[in-house]
């Protein structure tokens, strides 16, 4: 059934492979983040052997959908202390920057009987979450006191609000604080977690700071390339996931609208490049399941004129491909498109 997104699993699991390599050999241990697919249990379950040290997710939810899967669950989104329990429950260690969290975290790990293991996050700049380094003494004080709870490392996030790109210097100060907590307080500290797909350039270039030993991957291994400056991985594929939808109406028509425009279905009052007349085509998807600019048809010659909720407009005049009613066009898609999909239960997931 269409719209469809195919997962080639194989090449996806080649694509971690890779990237667990290359990490394993400079001693840096590599968690696979789930959120884009939603940890969607069809793939997940074929991740396990991938060498990966965890899994690693923002919701909770998800986590808990990998309850029988047999590896390290980790949450990455600082938890909300409403889901205190569930974060005990559910996952083995969780990014943290709040001490009334942590708290709720231990009261909820006591009752239950465990001990919930922490990772202090630190914000070296990308105004996301974390402790402001200047602070981070006084909030191990408080968090070695909370019964219930192990701090067993510390990460930093960047290049996700700010923009902010890591380098030797900002992952360098994340280390040495890192090194001085432990030291101080004796901490039996496992991981130092140094951020997202935009710091796998680093270890690429030789140029990720000693004591680093974590990266968390999502983007790189689906999409082949870095975040730090959009890079393709040459080793990488970057058609992981496809999108196909079906075209339900194609046909010969202007390209400028007739009549006084007024405003787009998304109160965008809109603006037409005279193309004369074109063979347009549209397909069953829209922006409930994708955005338009993260789509890349796999025939170069369609060009995307845009989308409304749940039509999406194609200019295949130029295509060697005599497209009819019920053909299916071909995309890649960018991540924020790739989680739109993959969050409609609109779109149908095919794992092959
Ligand atoms: C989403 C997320 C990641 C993964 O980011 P990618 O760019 O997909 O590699 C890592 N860490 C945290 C805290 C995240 O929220």
Redesign the pocket.
Known sequence: MYPQIVIDINKYKQNIKYLVDRCTNRGVKVWI?T??FCAYPDIVSHLVDCGIDGL?D?RIQNLKKMKDIRVKKIL??IPMIDEAEDVVLWSDYS?NSEIDTIRALGEKAKKIGKRHRVIIMLDMGDLREGVWPDDIDDFIKEVLKVDGVEIKGFGT?LT?YGGVIPDENNLGRLTSIAQDMANKYSLDIEYISG????SYYLLEDGRLPNGINNL?????AILGRE?AFGKKIDSLSDDTFILKAEIVEIKKKPSVPIGNIGMDAFGNKPHYEDRGIIKRAIVAIGRQDINPEGLTPLDKNIDILGASSDHTILDVTRSNINYKVGDVVEFKLD?GSLLKAMTSEYVNKVVI
């Open positions: 983040v959120k884009s690693a923002s990455l989104r990014l996030n996700c951020g997202n797909s935009s968390r991957l999502g983007e790189v975040t991540y």
